[in-house]
């Protein structure tokens, strides 16, 4: 059974760094891309990017210029880290397995339950 | 970023009605195409891969179909466990996009 969990902090002071880790288990790193969420309240889904198991990385352009994601397979974690936060990246977090298939495309087949992550003073 | 519009916002509908739900690519996507659920308080249940590949363990009432640019997820007769929010999203382009979800409620 593959499960993922999100952890980090709950609330974070404007102008800081967000940091989240996802622990996941249950099936190989390999073949997979491992993915971030997020969804603001009352808004939709963005995907935010994601990583494969050789630190090969995907992220969402708007977001690009403050994002970092790293990958430890010996502990089945990655990690995601945003800089200069907003209230505008208040929102649940979640992470995810995402699978390649057939063609070019790939589907988010495993997520956590998400995490919400509050920016305020 | 491809623009993914789907149709209608919301849809109120009873048990064993037929449900569709239609999702607009603003460019050729191929068969780049995912269906999610999402219920209140649970990280969304992916459904269809590939605009119409069942995920394994998803009941057959559920069904997808399209490609290009115009896209279809179907509940051949709604129960009551499929009032939730249906997504789509496009996996070809990054970044990958949803819709901005179709709420299926009880009438």
């Known amino acids: 059974q593959v499960h993922l969990q999100e952890s980090g902090p709950g609330l974070v002071k404007p102008s800081d760094t967000l940091s989240l880790t996802c622990t996941f288990s249950g099936g190989p790193i390999n073949s997979y891309y491992w993915t971030w969420i997020r969804q603001p309240a009352g808004k939709g889904l963005e995907w935010i990017g994601h990583i494969y198991a050789n630190g090969g990385t995907n992220s969402n352009p708007s977001l690009k210029s403050r994002l970092t994601m790293s990958i430890d397979s010996s502990k089945s974690q990655f990690s995601l880290k945003l800089t200069s936060v907003t209230a505008a990246d208040t929102a649940v977090y979640y992470c995810?397995?995402?699978?390649?298939?057939f063609g070019s495309g790939s589907c988010l087949e495993y997520w956590g339950q998400g995490m919400l992550v509050t920016v305020s003073s | 970023d491809i623009q993914m519009t789907q149709s209608p916002s919301s849809l109120s509908a009873s048990v064993g009605d037929r449900v569709t739900i239609t999702c607009r690519a603003s460019?050729?996507?191929?068969?780049?195409l995912n269906w999610y659920q999402r219920k209140p308080g649970q990280a969304p249940k992916f459904l269809i891969y590939g605009a119409s590949s069942l995920q394994s363990g998803v009941p057959s009432r559920f069904s997808g179909s399209g490609s290009g640019t115009d896209f279809t997820l179907t509940i051949s007769s709604l129960q009551p466990d499929d009032f939730a929010t249906y997504y789509c999203?496009?996996?070809?382009?990054?970044?990958?996009?949803f819709g901005q979800g179709t709420k299926v409620e009880i009438k």
């Open positions: 999203q496009q996996s070809c382009g990054v970044p990958h996009t």
């Open positions: 995810a397995r995402e699978r390649p298939y």
């Open positions: 460019q050729t996507i191929s068969g780049c």
